[in-house]
């Protein structure tokens, strides 16, 4: 592809197609650009090299198609080898730069990036937030090769933090006649209808679902595919056949990932994957593992706040309003003169409040409130 972006580039001698234009979609549909091109194990990272220098070629040719990809390859091989810094400064690079040129397709791409890193620093709120905002921006648009691409990155989100509620009813149902994405895209949805089934605890389901990934992804060898397909079987077989069964299953699908460093997706199953990982530790320890590990520490982290919801005493509609005005920047005269109570009634919401989140002042109270989407 890109020798013949090359030779487009040069044949319009400085100038640009009248026929490609920047209105493509870009990604095919698929909210992570580095499932549609890696294809041959240990190339990772030469292949984010070649897009880094070879990208404005196509862009160029194409009046700004494709915009932001170099970077947004470059956030999503950090993120997924563990690199997350990196990874937050590219995404946000991918994302400005997408948007220059109207790229929705490679935005969602930065902000899923931008999202799993918000979990992965102990921030699951801010994750929801970035999918909110950016449904708006697809609906607005009605594009439905997007819509379905913002509906696999917020599966990607809820998936993994163990929301089914939240995931689109087409993907927890396996419903492919709702998937409008291209050839080339197809596929990166049953990464998500697998983690359906897993939160349903639905493991005979799985092992057909990892049947169904394999035979997708043989053709055209996707690699990353082959990672997701081979963590849901071993957690399938865990459940089903047993401890021996998973690592067996599991042993060559990290010795795939090891060839590029891949450990984030190990990471963000840790939920149902530690006890196999930790069980191969003790006869397979590695660096890699010890990192698929440490990371998966930091992602239980957000796993955890998420799922701290539960646990709390629901607020009364009272509380809410009293909370949502205090976050505003109102004072406690002020909240109780807007909400026609007397100052007593207003503090008496407040300390149920602080009893109910398990804090003991307002601004534990508005973060912990926020972090659980109580408040926005």
Not at 40 to 65: F, P
Not at 285 to 314: A, M, T
Not at 366 to 374: V, W, Y
Request: proline share 3%; glycine share 6%.
């Amino acid at each position: 592809m890109s020798e013949y972006h090359k030779k487009a580039y040069n044949l319009f001698g400085g100038t640009s197609s009248r026929i490609a234009n920047p209105d493509a979609v870009f990604t095919f549909g698929s909210p992570h650009t580095l499932y549609l091109y890696h294809k041959e194990e240990g190339t990772l990272l030469s292949l984010v090299e070649l897009i880094e220098n070879d990208n404005w070629y196509y862009t160029k040719a194409s009046n700004g198609c494709g915009a932001g990809f170099e970077h947004t390859t470059r956030a999503e091989y950090c993120l997924e080898t563990g690199s997350l810094t990196d990874a937050e400064h590219f995404a946000y690079k991918a994302v400005f730069k997408a948007k220059t040129q109207n790229q929705l397709s490679l935005v969602i791409c930065g902000n899923l990036c931008l999202a799993r890193l918000a979990v992965l620093n102990g921030r699951p709120n801010e994750a929801f937030n970035l999918m909110d905002k950016l449904r708006l921006e697809v609906e607005a648009l009605g594009n439905p090769i997007l819509l379905n691409s913002i509906d696999i990155a917020e599966g990607f989100i809820y998936g993994s933090l163990g929301k089914l509620e939240r995931i689109q009813k087409w993907l927890q149902d396996g419903d492919i006649s709702q998937c409008n994405l291209f050839h080339q895209g197809m596929g990166i949805n049953y990464i998500i209808i697998g983690r359906a089934a897993i939160l349903r605890k639905s493991y005979p389901e799985l092992e057909v679902i990892v049947e169904t990934m394999r035979e997708i992804y043989k053709p055209t060898n996707h690699i990353f595919g082959f990672i997701y397909a081979g963590i849901y079987e071993a957690i399938a077989k865990k459940h089903l056949y047993g401890m021996e069964k998973a690592k067996k299953v599991l042993l060559p699908i990290i010795q795939l990932a090891q060839a590029d460093s891949i450990i984030t997706p190990f990471a963000e199953s840790m939920p149902e994957l530690e006890p196999v990982l930790q069980e191969i530790k003790r006869t397979h320890d590695s660096e890699w593992l010890s990192r698929v590990i440490s990371l998966g520490e930091r992602f239980k982290k957000g796993f955890q706040k998420v799922n701290s919801l539960e646990e709390i005493e629901p607020l009364t509609e009272r509380e809410i309003d009293v909370l949502t005005l205090l976050n505003e920047g109102l004072k406690q005269t002020e909240i109780a003169e807007k909400l026609c109570l007397s100052k007593n009634t207003v503090n008496r919401h407040l300390q149920n409040t602080y009893e109910k989140l398990g804090v003991n002042n307002k601004t534990l109270a508005i973060n912990k409130a926020k972090e659980l989407r109580i408040i926005l």
